[in-house]
């Protein structure tokens, strides 16, 4: 994949009024988002659990996670982030881009939106356009 990097606000979502603008790789390969811990810790944002990560090397560590309100490209929602130590890179990961509803287009190197699936219910009658033009009607 190209990298390119992209930026996005965080914030508290205990305190919304305390955010901050950085600039993050995208990298669909990582789960979840690294953002600086002491970054995080700055905004009030406290850890809510330890996880075990494995690396690209096949070496375990472990890190703190905790939960932030994230907003990219005019998408927002709240996430779970790694609290990224010295030396670790902070990166967009592919839940929160999940999360948001966006996908790494590699050759623009840029985000585009999804279009997210949808498990449909067994009462429903009829099936709906692929192209969403049904929407209008409801």
Same mark, same amino acid.
Do not use: C, H
């Given at each position: 994949?190209?990298?390119?990097?992209?930026?996005?606000?965080?914030?508290?979502?205990?305190?919304?009024?305390? !955010?901050?603008?950085?600039?993050?790789?995208?990298?669909?390969?990582?789960?979840?988002?690294?953002?600086?811990? !002491?970054?995080?810790?700055?905004?009030?944002?406290?850890?809510?659990?330890?996880?075990?990560?494995?690396?690209?090397?096949?070496?375990?560590?472990?890190?703190?996670?905790?939960?932030?309100?994230?907003?990219?490209?005019?998408?927002?929602?709240?996430?779970?982030?790694?609290?990224?130590?010295?030396?670790?890179?902070?990166?967009?990961?592919?839940?929160?881009?999940?999360?948001?509803?966006?996908?790494?287009?590699?050759?623009?190197?840029?985000?585009?939106?999804?279009?997210?699936?949808?498990?449909?219910?067994?009462?429903?009658?009829?099936?709906?356009?692929?192209?969403?033009?049904?929407?209008?009607?409801?």
């Amino acid at each position: 994949m190209g990298v390119f990097t992209v930026k996005l606000t965080i914030w508290n979502p205990a305190q919304p009024s305390r !955010s901050e603008e950085i600039e993050a790789m995208v990298d669909t390969g990582a789960s979840y988002s690294w953002i600086s811990a !002491s970054r995080l810790a700055g905004l009030g944002i406290r850890p809510a659990r330890r996880m075990a990560f494995r690396t690209i090397e096949g070496k375990m560590i472990e890190r703190e996670v905790a939960a932030v309100f994230v907003k990219v490209d005019g998408y927002m929602g709240g996430d779970n982030v790694v609290m990224a130590e010295k030396g670790d890179t902070e990166v967009l990961g592919a839940f929160t881009l999940e999360g948001l509803g966006l996908a790494a287009d590699p050759v623009k190197k840029v985000l585009v939106p999804t279009i997210g699936m949808a498990l449909v219910s067994q009462k429903s009658s009829r099936p709906s356009p692929r192209d969403g033009s049904d929407l209008q009607r409801r």
